[in-house]
Structure formats: structure tokens, C-alpha cells
């Protein structure tokens, strides 16, 4: 009868630390879900924020230049979200790799460059290229940083990054980028004059004497 209740006092304690066991890797788990959602938030407004900067640079009237605004400030925003998550960040790296990312996709690369070029025409092509190429930019923007932030988020690096690999996400948020540009885009302010001419029905009309 001892026997008994010793080899089932054994068995109670030996399923005591793997019930612990599993509390505390449940906990780790949840804690490094929670620090990944948060980074997450964090990378997506930094994404927003440079996404609105593309469009900015992108309505540079210059063909060329307006090109170059765009990849150095697709350049910053991997700087910024590689410090997010401590990710050792190289320039080089980042603008070779942004190259191979956005170039692997040829309809991608060749509507940059043409977006870009229709500026050189006064006028109309500067007008298109200056509506057209800022929602480009954008679109295209968005769709880095989300790529990378995938990446980072699976613990990657920009030694392991396979461009390759990343294509057809690339081409799915650039779609989803273009959708958001679409909504970024500032809605036209009341002129002045509009105001002006527009009367004032918040202030009460004076009593006749």
C-alpha cells in the first residue's frame, strides 16, 4: 500500500515542472507575439510616412531627378525599419537590393522609367508624368517596405534576403499600395475666394431698428 502512494506521489510530482514548463513557454510565446504586433505598428507608420514622401518626390518636375528623390527616400525608410528591428543596415546593400527587387519586376521597372520620362515633354507630358509617377512612387514604396518588414518579421537579414523569393509579394502590395495612394491623395482646399463669396450663416443677422 506505501509502495502505492509513493509511485503516485512520484507521478504527481514529475507532471508538476512540465505543466510549469508549459505555462512558461506559452508565456514567451505570447510576449514575443505581443513585441511583434507592436513592431509591426511601428514599421507601418514609418512605411505611411515615407510613402507620403515618394509622392512628394515623385511630383518633381525634373524627369530623372524625380526618380532619384524616390530611391534615396526608399533608401531611408529601410534604414529606419532596419534599426526597428535591429537589423545591421548597409546603403550599398539596401540600394542594390531595393534594384533587384523593384527591377526583377519588369513591367514595374520599365513604368518607373516612362512615368518619369513623360516629363520631358512641356505640357501635357509634364502634367501626366506629375500626376502619374507620384502614385507610382508611393505604390511602389509601400510595397518595399512591406517586403522587407516580412523579412525582418521571420528574422531575416540583408545577407539572406532573396529578392527572388519576395516577387509575387512584391507585386500583391503594390497593388495594395496603389489603393492607398489613391486615398492619400490631398483633398482641394477652399480658395478664398470661394470663401469669400460664401456667406457666413453662424452670425446672427442684426434686428431691424
Known sequence: MADNNEAKKSRTTSKTP???????????????????????????????RNVLWSMGGGAIPLPLVD????????????SEISALYEVSFNKNTGKNLTAA????????????????????????GTAVGIVSFPMFAGASTYAVG?????????????????????????K????????????LKPNKKESAEEKAATPDTTKPEASAV
Open 172 to 183: 500583391d502590395m503594390l497593388e495594395k499600395g496603389k489603393t492607398l495612394v489613391k486615398k
Open 67 to 78: 526618380i532619384v528623390a524616390v530611391s534615396a527616400v526608399q533608401i531611408k525608410m529601410l
Open 146 to 170: 512591406r517586403v522587407f518588414v516580412r523579412h525582418f518579421e521571420s528574422g531575416g537579414d540583408f545577407l539572406n534576403f532573396d529578392p527572388e523569393k519576395y516577387k509575387g509579394y512584391y
Open 101 to 124: 527587387l523593384i527591377g526583377g519586376i519588369g513591367t514595374d521597372a520599365l513604368g518607373k522609367i516612362s512615368f518619369s520620362m513623360l516629363k520631358v515633354f512641356p505640357v501635357w
Open 18 to 48: 512540465v505543466s510549469s514548463e508549459t505555462e512558461t513557454n506559452s508565456t514567451e510565446t505570447s510576449t514575443k507575439e505581443k513585441v511583434s504586433s507592436e513592431k509591426e505598428m511601428k514599421a507601418d507608420l514609418i512605411i505611411h
